[in-house]
C-alpha cells in the first residue's frame, strides 16, 4: 500500500463540509480484499482495538487495506480527543487506486494520525509491533500545541453558534471573525478596538495604580525596586507582609504574596526579577477575587485559591502534588481547565514558612498551600462567585477597566467577601489585566461555568449581526469570468465596494491586487480579510475545488452558468460531466438558507442541483417556455428569461423589463452567450436586492473591452476588419463563439487558435471540427507550453479535427502566437473578421492593442518575422 499524495481540504469540498485530508492510495492486487490476507482483521484489531467498523455503512464491497487506513486514521484521532466523525474511501476508475478522505480538526493531527494510520498497516502486515498508546499519546501532544486554549476556543465556540464565520490568522489566538468591511479580530481575550496604550497602561502595574487611585479606586501601596536591599527596605517602609511581583506581567508569574520575611523576600525577588523589573506593594489579606468585565458588564466573578494539598498522613508533600497533578483535568499550559500545581523554590519557601519540607508527611486533613498567589496559571482553583459580587464591587472593576482602557478586562481585588463593599473591609483593587484568561469562569473547580465567550462575542457584534457581508459565487465551463466582473460591476453601481477574484487576478474596489489565475480559495480568502471590502463575487474553477476546497463555509448567492464536456476532464478523477456537475455543485450546496441558487435551467445537470440547494433558486434561461421555467413559474418561484427583446426578471404576476438594446455588450441580443451571462448575473443582482435602477445603469455601463474584460469576446477594428480575442479553450466554447460570430457580418472569416496539451484528445480535435464549419482560413500555432504534450502532438490533433471541415480552404501552422497573429492581421482586408483565440492572454492582448494603435500599410505574411509552415488546401 502506497500514499501519492494528500491534501488538506481546508473549506467544503466534494466530499463534506469539513475540513479533512483527502489521500489517493494504492493498494496492490492481494491488498484490495483483507479477506483474502489471512487474520489480518483480527491482527490490526489486537495491535488496536478501538479501530471500529472496517466496513462503511451501506457499502457490501471488498474491505481493501484504503479502507482500513481510513478506519485507523478516524479512530485515532477519536481516542486522542478529537472532534470527528466523518470519513470515505472511494475507488477511482484506476483499478486499485482509492481515495481516502478522513475528516480533521487540526491538520497537523489529522496528518499525523494518517501516518501512524499506515505504519499500523504497515506492522500488522509484516507482524511487527505498534505501540497504539504512544500513538495516542502523540496526537493529544500535538492537538494540545496546536488547537485553540479554552479562552480564544470559547469565543470562536459563541461565534460559531451564532453563525458568524472565522479564521485563525497565526498558529496562536489571533482570529477573524466575520468579513470584509465587518470584520472584528482578537488576541486571545483581547479585541481589535483596545489600544495598545491601554495594553502598555495594563502592563505597568505602578501606572495602573495611580491611574485608579486618581480614579478614587481603592489600592495597595507600593514602589518598584532595583535590587533585594531596596525590595527589603521598601517591605520595612510598607509594613510586612509584603507582596513582590514583576512590575510588567500576567498570569501571576513570578509573583509572590503574603512575604514575612527576607529570606522568603529573597527567593521572591529571584523569581519575580527573571520576568522583569520588580515592585513591592503592600499585602492585602483576604481572598482573591477575579472580575470579569466586558464592555462595560460584569459578566463573571471567581474566588481564585492557591494551590495547595491536604494531608492524609501517609504520603509526602511532593507525593501528594504528584497525585493532585494526575487529576485529568490538569495539565501543563492553558489548554486545560486546570494547571498542575509547580513544585518549584517559591513553593518550597512556601512550605518552609509552614515548617514543612517537601519530604514531610503532613497529618490527616491538614491543608498545605504551595503558592500565596491564586492564578490558575500557577496550579490554584476557582469557585464561581458571579452571582454574590456586591454591585458597588461591580461598579469598581467596571470603572477600573474603563479608567485603563480595556473593552475585555480581569479586575483582581482582595477582599474577605464580595458581598459587601471593599471599602467596609480594607480590600483593594491589586491588578488590572489585558487578555484575562477565562478559564475559571468557563470551567470553574466549584459552581457553574458562565457563558463568557457569548458575552464577548456579543460586545463585537450586535444582536442579529452575523458580521457577514454578501458574497456570490460563480462556477461553470464557460461564461465564469464575464458573469463575475458584470455581478461585479453591477455592485459597484449600488455603491459597495467589491471584493472580485478571477482566473485574471483580485480586485478590490476597481484596483488589481494581484494578477494570474486567482479563482482559487486562497484569493477568496484574501479578499474576505480585507477590510475595504463590503460585498464579494468569487470565480470558483474547479482546480481551487479539488485541491483545497471552498475558501468559504457559505455564500448568499451561488451562480451555475453550464456544465460542458471540454472542462478539464480525465483530471484528477473527474472523467465524466457527472463528475464534473457533482464537483461544481458545492458552492449550491453551500448556499445560506437565506440565499439563492441562480441556475441554468436549460443545462439538465445544471438544473438537477437545483434540490440540493439549502435556500432558494432562481432559474435562467431565455426559452422562457422551456419546461423547467413553466414548473417554477407555477410554484411561484423566480425566473430570468428573455421576451420580446428584453429580459424578463419575473415572479408570480410581478415583471422587471430590462430591453436587450439598452445593454450594448449584447449587441441587441445578438451575441447568445453575453445575453446568458447577462441573465445569469441578472439573477445575482436580484439575489443580492440590488436595486433595479442600479442593475439597468449597471448593464448600460458595462464594457467588454480588454481592460474591462481581458479576453472575453473582446472586439476590435483593425482596417477596416473586426478582430475579435477570446480565451476560448473547449467545445462548448467554440459552439457559442460560433454562434457569436455568425450573427456578425463578414466577408471572409479566419481564426487562430492553440490547443491546450492537458485536455483529452477528443477534445482537442473537436474544436477545431466546429471552427472548420464556420471559417474559410484556420492558422494553428503552438503555444510555448505543451503541458506535457511532445512537440508537434497538438497541432496534429487540431489538423486532425479539420478533415471534415466544411467551410475551412486554408490551413496554416505556426510556430508562436504573436507570429501567428501577425499573419492573421497580414492577410485581413476590410470587411474581414479574425477570432483570435489568445492563450497568453495579457500578451497577445497588449500586442493586439499595439498592432490596432499602430496600424498601417499591411505587411506580407511572409515577412521574416514569421516562421510559417506550408499552406494546405482542402
Known amino acids: 500500500m502506497e500514499i501519492s499524495r494528500v491534501r488538506a481540504l481546508r473549506g467544503p469540498n466534494l466530499w463534506c463540509r469539513h475540513t479533512a485530508l483527502e489521500a489517493i492510495v494504492s493498494c496492490a492486487p492481494a491488498e484490495r480484499c483483507i479477506a483474502d490476507l489471512a487474520n489480518f482483521e483480527s491482527t490490526v484489531r489486537e495491535r488496536f482495538p478501538a479501530i471500529g467498523a472496517l466496513q462503511p455503512s451501506g457499502y457490501h464491497g471488498p474491505i481493501s487495506l484504503a479502507h482500513v487506513l481510513e478506519a485507523a486514521t478516524l479512530a485515532l484521532q477519536t481516542q486522542a480527543g478529537c472532534p470527528v466523525t466523518f470519513s470515505r474511501t472511494a475507488a477511482t476508475v484506476d483499478i486499485g487506486v482509492y481515495q481516502v478522505v478522513v475528516a480533521y480538526s487540526e491538520e497537523a493531527v489529522g496528518r499525523l494520525a494518517l501516518e501512524l494510520a499506515q505504519t499500523l498497516v504497515q506492522a500488522t502486515l509484516q507482524n511487527s509491533g505498534f505501540d497504539v498508546d504512544a500513538a495516542i499519546a502523540r496526537l493529544r501532544a500535538i492537538d494540545e500545541d496546536e488547537r485553540l486554549g479554552p479562552s480564544t476556543g470559547a469565543i470562536v465556540h459563541a461565534a460559531a453558534a451564532l453563525g458568524i464565520p472565522w479564521r485563525r490568522l497565526t498558529q496562536g489566538s489571533m482570529v477573524q471573525f466575520g468579513w470584509g468591511a465587518r470584520q472584528r479580530r482578537i488576541q486571545a481575550a483581547e479585541v481589535d478596538a483596545t489600544s495598545a496604550v491601554s495594553e502598555s497602561i495594563a502592563q505597568d502595574k505602578e501606572l495602573t495604580k495611580k491611574l485608579l487611585h486618581a480614579a478614587g479606586a481603592p489600592v495597595p501601596f507600593g514602589r518598584p525596586v532595583k535590587d533585594v536591599d531596596e525590595a527589603w527596605t521598601a517591605a520595612c517602609d510598607i509594613g510586612l507582609p509584603v507582596v513582590v511581583k514583576p512590575r510588567d506581567g500576567n498570569q501571576g508569574k513570578g509573583v509572590a504574596v503574603n512575604v514575612t520575611n527576607r529570606e522568603h523576600l529573597e527567593v521572591a525577588f529571584r523569581a519575580a526579577a527573571e520576568v522583569g523589573d520588580v515592585m513591592v506593594e503592600k499585602f492585602l489579606s483576604g481572598n482573591d477575587f477575579r472580575l470579569l468585565i466586558v464592555g462595560q458588564q460584569l459578566v463573571a466573578a471567581a474566588r481564585r485559591d492557591p494551590p495547595h494539598v491536604i494531608g492524609d498522613g501517609i504520603h509526602s508533600v511532593r507525593e501528594l502534588v504528584t497525585r493532585v497533578n494526575a487529576d485529568p483535568r490538569r495539565g501543563e499550559g492553558h489548554a486545560t481547565s486546570l494547571t ?276 432558494n433558486v432562481i432559474f435562467f434561461t431565455a426559452d422562457h417556455h422551456h419546461p423547467a421555467m413553466a414548473t417554477q413559474r407555477a410554484q411561484g418561484k423566480r425566473t430570468v428569461y428573455v421576451d420580446d427583446g428584453a429580459i424578463v426578471a419575473a415572479q408570480g404576476s410581478w415583471r422587471e423589463r430590462i430591453a436587450l438594446s439598452d445593454i450594448p455588450f449584447t449587441h441587441n441580443g445578438s451575441i447568445g452567450f453575453q445575453v446568458e451571462n447577462v441573465m445569469a448575473a441578472v439573477g445575482a443582482a436580484w439575489a443580492l436586492g440590488l436595486s433595479w435602477d442600479a442593475v439597468r445603469h449597471g448593464l448600460a455601463s458595462f464594457s467588454t473591452d480588454t481592460a474591462s474584460v481581458p479576453g472575453r469576446f473582446n472586439m476590435m477594428d483593425y482596417r477596416g476588419a473586426t478582430v475579435i480575442a477570446d480565451y476560448g479553450h473547449n467545445p462548448d466554447a467554440m459552439r457559442a463563439l460560433v454562434a457569436a460570430v455568425n450573427a456578425l457580418p463578414a466577408n471572409r472569416r479566419s481564426v487562430v487558435i492553440s490547443g491546450a496539451g492537458d485536455r483529452r484528445d477528443d477534445d482537442i480535435c473537436e474544436q477545431t471540427a466546429i471552427l472548420g464549419d464556420a471559417f474559410d482560413d484556420v492558422l494553428l500555432y503552438q503555444d510555448a507550453c505543451q503541458r506535457g504534450r511532445a512537440d508537434g502532438e497538438v497541432l496534429a490533433l487540431l489538423r486532425a479535427g479539420l478533415v471534415q471541415a466544411k467551410r475551412t480552404r486554408y490551413i496554416t501552422e505556426i510556430r508562436g502566437e504573436i507570429n501567428a497573429i501577425d499573419t492573421a492581421l497580414a492577410r485581413l482586408e476590410p470587411g474581414d473578421l479574425c477570432l483570435v483565440l489568445v492563450d497568453q492572454v495579457e500578451a497577445s492582448l497588449a500586442h493586439l492593442a499595439r498592432c490596432v494603435a499602430d496600424a498601417g500599410p499591411a505587411t506580407p505574411a511572409s515577412s521574416s518575422a514569421h516562421v510559417e509552415a506550408p499552406v494546405m488546401t482542402l
Open 340 to 615: 498542575k500545581i509547580r513544585f518549584d523554590e517559591i513553593a518550597i519557601a512556601r512550605l518552609d514558612a509552614q515548617g514543612l519540607t517537601p519530604q514531610s508527611v503532613p497529618a490527616k486533613g491538614r491543608r498545605i498551600v504551595l503558592r500565596n498567589n491564586a492564578n490558575l496559571s500557577t496550579g490554584g482553583t476557582a469557585t464561581d462567585v458571579t452571582d454574590d459580587v456586591h454591585p458597588e464591587i461591580a461598579a469598581n472593576a467596571i470603572a477600573a477597566a474603563r479608567m485603563v482602557g480595556l473593552h475585555v478586562c480581569g479586575v483582581d481585588i482582595v477582599c474577605e467577601s464580595v458581598l459587601h463593599p471593599m471599602r467596609e473591609q480594607q480590600g483593594g483593587i491589586v491588578e488590572v489585566n489585558a487578555a484575562p484568561g477565562l478559564r475559571m469562569h468557563l470551567s470553574p473547580s466549584f459552581g457553574k461555568g458562565r457563558p463568557v465567550g457569548e458575552a464577548i462575542i456579543s460586545h463585537l457584534f450586535g444582536h442579529g449581526d452575523d458580521g457577514r457581508i454578501p458574497v456570490v459565487a460563480v462556477t461553470g465551463t464557460n461564461g465564469k469570468t464575464t458573469t463575475t466582473r458584470l455581478i461585479a460591476h453591477l455592485m459597484a453601481a449600488s455603491s459597495l465596494r467589491v471584493g472580485m477574484t478571477n482566473t485574471d487576478g483580485v480586485y478590490v474596489n476597481g484596483h488589481q491586487i494581484d494578477s494570474g489565475d486567482c479563482s482559487g480559495p486562497k484569493s477568496a480568502r484574501n479578499v474576505l480579510m480585507h477590510p475595504d471590502v463590503d460585498a464579494a463575487v468569487f470565480e470558483t474553477a474547479r482546480g481551487g475545488i479539488l485541491r483545497e476546497g471552498l475558501g468559504f463555509d457559505r455564500c448568499q448567492v451561488a451562480v451555475v452558468t453550464n456544465i460542458g464536456a471540454g472542462d478539464h476532464l480525465g483530471l484528477n478523477y473527474i472523467t465524466t460531466v457527472e463528475d464534473l456537475a457533482v464537483l461544481k455543485r458545492v458552492i449550491v450546496q453551500n448556499v445560506a438558507p437565506t440565499g439563492y441558487a441562480v441556475l441554468n435551467a436549460a443545462d439538465p445537470m445544471v438544473h438537477a442541483m437545483g434540490p440540493s440547494c439549502p435556500g
